[in-house]
C-alpha cells in the first residue's frame, strides 16, 4: 500500500481562490518532507522543504508567502497555493524519506492543479 | 534545481528489447536513485546504487555507476509495453535530504 498518500488528486479553482494540498506519511514519522512541482514533460523542480515544528525552506524563486506550508505533526504536510492564478496551473508533487542515509523517497500520487 | 541531464529524452523500442538510459550529474553524491513515473502519477521507486557500488541489479534492471565520470546507467532487459513511462534518476549528496532530479527519459514500448 502507499507509505505517502497526498491528497486531492486533481483541483479546479477559480482565479484568486486558495487550494490546500494534503500530504501524510502513513508507514513512519517524517520530521522532513519535500514539494515538488512539475509542468508537462519536465522533471520534478523542488520548491521547498517541510520541517516539522518550523518554517520550511524555500528553493530560490520560490515565493513563500503564495506558497504556504505547513507541517504541524509528524505524519502531516500541507501545500496552500494562495490567490492562485492560471500561471499556477501544475502538477504538485510531496515526497518524504526516513532519516537514514541512503533511503529511497516515497511520493504521493500527486495533485493536478488548474486554475481558471 | 536540476543537478543532471539524462539521455535519450525519449526512447522507443519493440517489446523485449533492451532500454538503456544514461544519467549524468555534477557534484558529489551519496548515492544515486532512479524512479519511475507513470503518467500523471507519483513516482515510485526502482533502485538505489551507493557512491562506492558499481553495479547493482534486481529483476529486470540493471544499474551501473560511474563517479570519476559522474553518470549512471539504467538498462531495463526484455521490455515490455508496460515498461512505458517516464525514468528518472536522482541524486542525494552530503547532508541534505531532498533528492536532486534528472531531465528525465521518457520511454515507450511498442507491443
Known amino acids: 500500500g502507499a507509505v505517502v498518500s497526498q491528497h486531492p488528486s486533481w483541483v479546479i479553482c477559480k482565479s484568486g481562490t486558495s487550494v490546500k494540498i494534503e500530504c501524510r506519511s502513513l508507514?513512519?514519522?517524517?520530521?522532513?518532507m519535500f514539494w515538488y512541482r512539475q509542468f508537462p514533460k519536465q522533471s520534478l523542480m523542488l520548491m521547498a522543504t517541510?520541517?516539522?515544528?518550523?518554517?520550511?525552506?524555500?528553493e530560490q524563486g520560490v515565493e513563500k508567502d503564495k506558497f504556504l506550508i505547513n507541517h504541524a505533526s509528524l505524519t502531516l504536510s500541507t501545500l496552500t497555493v494562495t490567490s492562485a492564478h492560471p500561471e499556477d496551473s501544475s502538477f504538485y508533487i510531496c515526497?518524504?524519506?526516513?532519516?537514514?542515509?541512503?533511503?529511497?523517497?516515497?511520493f504521493g500520487q500527486g495533485t493536478r492543479l488548474t486554475v481558471v | 534545481s536540476q543537478q543532471g541531464e539524462e539521455d535519450p529524452q525519449a526512447l522507443s523500442i519493440q517489446e523485449g528489447e533492451n532500454a538503456t538510459m544514461n544519467c549524468s550529474y555534477k557534484?558529489?553524491?551519496?548515492?544515486l536513485q532512479w524512479y519511475r513515473q507513470n503518467s500523471g502519477r507519483g513516482l515510485v521507486h526502482l533502485i538505489l546504487i551507493r557512491s562506492n557500488e558499481r553495479e547493482k541489479h534486481s529483476g529486470r534492471l540493471r544499474v551501473t555507476l560511474d563517479t570519476s565520470k559522474k553518470s549512471s546507467s539504467l538498462l531495463i532487459t526484455a521490455s515490455r509495453a508496460a515498461d512505458t513511462a517516464s525514468y528518472f534518476c536522482?541524486?542525494?549528496?552530503?547532508?541534505?535530504?531532498?533528492?536532486?532530479f534528472g531531465s528525465g527519459t521518457q520511454l515507450t514500448v511498442l507491443p
Open positions: 515526497s518524504a524519506r526516513r532519516q537514514a542515509m541512503n533511503t529511497e523517497a516515497f
Open positions: 536522482a541524486t542525494a549528496s552530503g547532508s541534505a535530504r531532498q533528492l536532486t
Open positions: 508507514d513512519f514519522q517524517a520530521t522532513t
Open positions: 517541510s520541517n516539522e515544528g518550523s518554517k520550511a525552506t524555500y
Open positions: 557534484t558529489s553524491i551519496n548515492n
